[in-house]
């Protein structure tokens, strides 16, 4: 079964420019989530989807951050513009999600964000 | 503050000994655990999970321990090995707030010959 697959890998800008992530889930994984991970500490929750729904973004910085999952499948994670403070690493997680007895959450690799 | 905390962040074991990682959370509400493995340049790996409703859970190699009185989850890995170094994230799901996790700091495993 095929991973979580995210791209790119690495990305460097400049602060004030844009950038975007891809997430391609788990086939079959109904709820999508993004992640921030800064370097040292866990990963701290973006925004989750369920299919093409936003389930909770009440942690995501609405006026620079943006993310969408249209067809329920592949998500995209924007910023415009970035900060310094946003270098992080961006991890994509799915999961089944039809439930909560039992919710695994699979991760990608993550895109590692350079803001200089 | 967080809910999720960790009480040491590095530890370090020799190859062959038994490794205990320790994790405190302070939400009652929170239903479900899980732990995360994750080596450098990787995302989080699933290693086991436990609801709120059992006090143990055994995997290969892997045990982990609820204990909901005083809120602490601790992992034990059986002879560690030098694979094992990575760090350790504890995560909670509290009931009823959907299916997101709230992740702890981490611990580095460090195996040693």
């Known amino acids: 079964e095929a991973g979580v697959a995210q791209s790119p890998r690495y990305k460097i800008i400049e602060k004030r420019q844009s950038v975007a992530f891809w997430c391609n889930p788990i086939?079959?994984?109904?709820?999508l989530y993004w992640y921030q991970q800064i370097l040292g500490q866990g990963p701290k929750l973006l925004i989750q989807?369920?299919?093409?729904?936003?389930?909770?973004d009440s942690q995501l910085p609405k006026d620079r951050f943006s993310a969408e999952r249209l067809k329920g499948v592949d998500s995209t994670l924007k910023i415009q513009p970035a900060k310094l403070e946003d270098s992080a690493v961006y991890l994509c997680?799915?999961?089944?999600?039809?439930?909560?007895?039992?919710?695994?959450?699979?991760f990608g690799a993550g895109t590692r964000l350079s803001v200089l | 503050g967080e809910s999720v905390g960790l009480h040491l962040p590095t530890l370090s074991v020799q190859e062959g000994d038994n490794s205990i990682i320790n994790c405190a959370y302070s939400?009652?509400?929170?239903?479900?655990f899980i732990w995360y493995k994750q080596e450098s340049g990787k995302g989080p790996q699933f290693i086991i999970d436990?609801?709120?409703?059992?006090d143990k859970r055994q995997g290969q190699r892997v045990t982990v321990l609820l204990n909901k009185t005083v809120k602490h989850l601790s992992l034990q890995i059986a002879a560690t090995q030098p694979g094992d170094s990575a760090v350790y994230f504890c995560?909670?799901?509290?009931?009823?707030?959907?299916?997101?996790?709230?992740f702890g700091k981490g611990t580095s495993l460090l195996v040693t010959p």
């Open positions: 997680a799915s999961s089944l999600g039809v439930s909560n007895l039992k919710n695994i959450q699979y």
């Open positions: 989807f369920q299919n093409n729904g936003v389930v909770d």
């Open positions: 086939s079959g994984h109904a709820t």
């Open positions: 995560a909670e799901n509290i009931q009823n707030s959907g299916y997101a996790l709230n």
């Open positions: 436990i609801r709120s409703n059992m």
């Open positions: 939400n009652s509400a929170s239903d479900y």
